[in-house]
């Protein structure tokens, strides 16, 4: 029983002293290739395969990378903000949802998504939409792999003196 004792405080010793891992924008797994969305229909989950990710530069191999923030207004959810990596082109890429609940009960809003780089302290890829009832929109690439950064989304009912506003994780 000692020798066991002894055998399992050794490996935890030595497992101990491996470096973790860190994190970079873009690494982790991708995306199963059979996984991939085979559609071009725009989901709450982000398809760069959609036609207005398509139409905003989005390269189609784009995953989400890091978690999702969320844009709360009166203490309900009404949008989702994440941050997508594509391989492929070297970019990363803002996505704003808006949810069907807020779609719902409200005409028209605005709406801003882009990449927050920390390092520069700015927004890059930053698009914006003045009166517009959508659901997905994706910011323009960004350049920004290289960098620690977060997906930045906000959303503005018309009448609404203030956007709301979310950040998805911070990547480095």
């Given at each position: 029983?000692?020798?066991?004792?002894?055998?399992?405080?050794?490996?935890?010793?030595?497992l101990?002293?491996l470096?973790?891992?860190?994190?970079?924008?873009?690494?982790?797994?991708?995306?199963?290739?059979?996984?991939?969305?085979?559609?071009?229909?725009?989901?709450?989950?982000g398809?760069?395969?959609?036609?207005?990710?398509?139409?905003?530069?989005?390269?189609?191999?784009?995953?989400?990378?890091?978690?999702?923030?969320?844009?709360v207004?009166d203490?309900?959810?009404?949008?989702?903000?994440?941050?997508?990596?594509?391989?492929?082109?070297?970019?990363?890429?803002?996505?704003?949802?808006?949810?069907?609940?807020?779609?719902?009960?409200?005409?028209?809003?605005?709406?801003?998504?882009?990449?927050?780089?920390?390092?520069?302290?700015?927004?890059?890829?930053?698009?914006?939409?003045l009166?517009?009832n959508?659901?997905?929109?994706?910011?323009?690439p960004?350049?920004?792999?290289?960098?620690?950064?977060?997906?930045?989304?906000?959303?503005?009912?018309?009448?609404?003196?203030?956007?709301?506003?979310?950040a998805?994780?911070?990547?480095?």
């Open positions: 029983m000692r020798a066991r004792k002894t055998a399992i405080a050794a490996t935890a010793c030595a101990a002293l470096p973790a891992a860190s994190a970079v924008a873009g690494t982790g797994p991708a995306p199963d290739k059979q996984r991939k969305a085979a559609s071009t229909a725009p989901s709450a989950a398809n760069p395969l959609s036609a207005r990710a398509q139409a905003a530069g989005v390269c189609t191999d784009a995953y989400e990378i890091g978690t999702a923030g969320y844009i207004r203490g309900q959810r009404i949008g989702s903000v994440k941050q997508f990596y594509s391989p492929s082109c070297g970019e990363n890429y803002g996505y704003l949802w808006v949810w069907q609940s807020f779609r719902a009960s409200h005409g028209d809003y605005y709406v801003s998504v882009g990449v927050y780089s920390y390092s520069r302290d700015e927004f890059v890829g930053k698009r914006t939409w009166n517009t959508g659901k997905e929109y994706w910011s323009n960004a350049d920004t792999t290289s960098e620690c950064t977060a997906a930045v989304g906000s959303l503005r009912a018309a009448g609404d003196p203030l956007a709301g506003q979310a998805s994780s911070k990547r480095c």
